[in-house]
């Protein structure tokens, strides 16, 4: 199958669309902490007037959309976010 230019230039989603987190891996990540990124994605949230998908924190600068992630569901867990 040959990709189009627009299939490449798309961004692959982290977790697949509909996947879904066991409690053994958010365990997994809050044994994994990273302050430097749930510091950053908390202040960009903080000015956030609506967040209704991480999505929308994943181009914070100078952090890996993958780090992102993980912070977003390290805040979720802890109540934060």
Partial sequence: MKLTSLQLSM?????????TISAA????????PDPEADE????????LRNLWRI???LGIDDLQPGRV????LRLIA????
Avoid at 40 to 46: M, N
Avoid at 69 to 72: H, N, P, R, S, T
């Fill in 11 to 19: 961004p692959t989603p982290l977790v697949a669309r509909g996947a």
């Fill in 40 to 47: 950053a994605v908390e202040k960009v949230a903080e000015n």
């Fill in 69 to 72: 992630f993980k912070a977003c």
């Fill in 25 to 32: 891996g958010i365990r997994s990540l809050l044994s994994q």
């Fill in 78 to 81: 802890k109540g934060d976010l």
């Fill in 55 to 57: 999505s929308e924190l």
